[in-house]
């Protein structure tokens, strides 16, 4: 069992808190969270809650920390936690920028912990399926990748949430739902190489941006098309294209409660066939996955290398949304 404090008792901090109470993998033995009013979630929790990441990371009763917070805060985080000695496993966008991904990686290397990230999609049940289809070489050689999660779960945010800040979520969705699907793009088919960005503000009060299209080419020379729009009601879809067949999957809800996926696969001669998933907590078992790693178990199975660069296009992304032109991707 791991012994784990969630920093950040916001929405998705207490997701993770809720399913922790079902793992016999992770116990919660503390809570952080600087906010008066969100600490009223840990009393009801049980779990002793304190103000600061720093009193955490000086309490001997944590080996790890699951890091629920705001997106700039996540690099100087996981460098405290790893300087620490404490295993971190890190929210989703993991850092903003390729100087802050060396940076933050170095310390975890330097101190031997093991790091996870909130990348959670490829988790779910058929995404490891297909995951198995590709690198089985059934679907032959990988050409192309589409992508879409979108979701409408923030327009009623204040104004003066930290989502609506240029610093905490540049390019509208992409820290929000587009980074997992070029982190899934990242798992098919590689780093990439260049990217071309549109962000634009259409069908909301999202002033960072509701509508981002982008393209993306990879250093394996495949592209991924990813679309990730916070104006429209939940749509969920990945799509990986071969050149013996492709696989389609379609979500039927946000990974916050999942209600299952369809898949759909052809191969070249073959009809296309479809097969129903049932819904199962990929949050959890990326969690799980960690803290298996962490106590000494099977490796984690996101490398720190696709963390970096998933990092790295997040960062060219941003550049490519505001120049408007196409953009390298560092490596
Ligand atoms: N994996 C997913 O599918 C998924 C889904 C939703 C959110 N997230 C990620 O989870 C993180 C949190 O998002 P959210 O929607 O819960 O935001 P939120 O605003 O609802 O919650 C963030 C919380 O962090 C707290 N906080 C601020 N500074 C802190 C500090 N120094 N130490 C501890 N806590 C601090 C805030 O008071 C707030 O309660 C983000 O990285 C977000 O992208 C991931």
Redesign the pocket.
């Known amino acids: 069992m791991l012994n784990v404090a969630v920093?950040?008792?916001?929405?998705?901090?207490?997701?993770v808190v809720n399913l922790l109470g079902r793992s016999d993998k992770l116990r919660p033995v503390l809570l952080?969270?600087?906010?008066p009013a969100?600490r009223a979630f840990g009393a009801g929790s049980g779990v002793p809650v304190v103000d600061?990441?720093e009193a955490a990371l000086a309490d001997p009763k944590v080996a790890a920390v699951i890091?629920?917070?705001?997106?700039s805060?996540?690099c100087d985080?996981i460098v405290a936690a790893a300087k620490a000695g404490k295993h971190v496993f890190?929210?989703?966008?993991f850092c903003m920028s390729t100087a802050e991904v060396t940076r933050a990686l170095a310390a975890v290397s330097a101190a031997g912990v093991t790091v996870g990230v909130?990348?959670?999609r490829r988790f779910e049940t058929p995404m490891n399926e297909v995951m198995r289809l590709a690198d089985s070489g059934a679907l032959g050689t990988l050409l192309q990748v589409e992508g879409n999660f979108s979701q409408d779960k923030f327009i009623g945010l204040a104004a003066d949430?930290?989502?609506m800040s240029a610093k905490e979520a540049p390019a509208g969705p992409l820290?929000?739902t587009g980074v997992?699907m070029v982190d899934l793009a990242i798992r098919f088919l590689g780093p990439g190489q260049d990217l071309l960005a549109r962000v634009r503000q259409l069908g909301s009060p999202l002033v960072n941006g509701d509508t981002l299209g982008l393209l993306m080419t990879h250093k394996s020379g495949a592209n991924s098309l990813i679309s990730a729009i916070l104006a429209t009601p939940f749509m969920g879809r990945f799509a990986v294209y071969g050149s013996h067949g492709w696989a389609e999957i379609w979500d039927r809800n946000h990974?916050?409660s999942p209600q299952g996926w369809l898949v759909r696969t052809r191969l070249r001669g073959g009809e296309v066939e479809t097969r129903e998933y049932p819904p199962m907590p990929a949050?959890l078992a990326n969690l799980e996955a960690f803290a298996q790693a962490a106590l000494g178990g099977e490796p984690y199975p996101v490398p720190p290398a696709q963390i970096r660069a998933t990092v790295c296009a997040l960062e060219a992304v941003v550049r490519s949304a505001a120049s408007g032109t196409l953009e390298k991707i560092s490596d």
């Open positions: 920093a950040g008792l916001g929405w998705w901090g207490k997701t952080i969270e600087p906010n969100a600061s990441l890091l629920c917070t705001p997106h805060m996540h985080q890190c929210e989703k966008p909130g990348h959670e949430n930290w989502r820290t929000a997992h990974p916050e949050v």
